[in-house]
């Protein structure tokens, strides 16, 4: 039996277009558990999700918030 489940960059992409509380949280909990680069969240997701989303602004602004939680968390 073969189990199979979200690499850590796609599961907290997947969760960028809703992009409530939860999710959020789910974002601050990966980075500090995994830990999710940053550098690499947003290299992923300008690479692989941005040119196919429609609301690109909503989306590069959620991404820049959620880059910014990331790095603050891992100052501390």
């Known amino acids: 039996m073969r ?3 979200a690499e850590a960059y796609d599961l907290a992409l997947s969760k960028l277009e ?3 509380g939860r999710d959020r949280e789910d974002i601050k ?3 500090r ?3 999710l680069d940053a550098d690499v969240l ?3 997701y300008k690479q692989e ?3 196919y989303l ?3 602004e909503r989306h590069d602004l959620t991404i820049r918030l959620w880059i910014e939680m990331l790095r603050d ?3 501390r």
Do not use: W
Request: charged fraction near 15%; avoid cysteine.
């Open 3 to 5: 189990l199979l489940g």
């Open 18 to 20: 809703r992009n409530l």
């Open 29 to 31: 909990h990966l980075g």
């Open 33 to 35: 558990t995994v830990p």
């Open 42 to 44: 947003e290299q992923r």
């Open 49 to 51: 999700l941005r040119p």
């Open 54 to 56: 429609v609301n690109i």
């Open 73 to 75: 968390q891992s100052q």
